[in-house]
Nanobody, 123 residues
Framework: QVYFAESGGGLVQPGGSLRLSCEAS????????MGWDRQAPGKERESVAT???????NYTDSVKGRFTISKGSAENTVYLEMNSLKPEDTAVYYC?????????????????WGQGTQVTVSS
């Protein structure tokens, strides 16, 4: 099992900032990457940002230049600094962890995610 401790969500005005934090625990020996997904009502879940254990980052186009994902001193900790927030950023944000599992001499990724933290951007 993989567990997540997510925090940092809340209500913020447009143009404001929030910092999301996540610590993964449990069976995470094969951790390869962590990140954040989000899902707004009526919309599909999307990947917001990811960071691998090697430091490679990826962002969805809508948040580039505004959000920054980073790792903590431990590989199981990840942060998402969100600046210049817009109403369209309103969503439940889910911390994710990608683990690389070996089965039948093949390595395949498997993603896990937490319960989510609500981010609401409204005036």
């Amino acid at each position: 099992q993989v567990y997540f401790a997510e925090s940092g969500g809340g209500l913020v005005q447009p143009g404001g900032s929030l910092r999301l934090s996540c610590e993964a625990s449990g069976n995470i020996a094969a951790l390869d990457a962590m990140g954040w997904d989000r899902q707004a009502p009526g919309k599909e879940r999307e990947s917001v940002a990811t960071i691998t254990t090697r430091g490679t980052t990826n962002y969805t186009d809508s948040v580039k230049g505004r959000f920054t994902i980073s790792k903590g001193s431990a590989e199981n900790t990840v942060y998402l600094e969100m600046n210049s927030l817009k109403p369209e950023d309103t969503a439940v944000y889910y911390c994710t962890a990608t683990l690389m599992w070996t089965s039948w001499d093949k390595v395949a990724p498997k993603e896990y995610w937490g319960q989510g933290t609500q981010v609401t951007v409204s005036s």
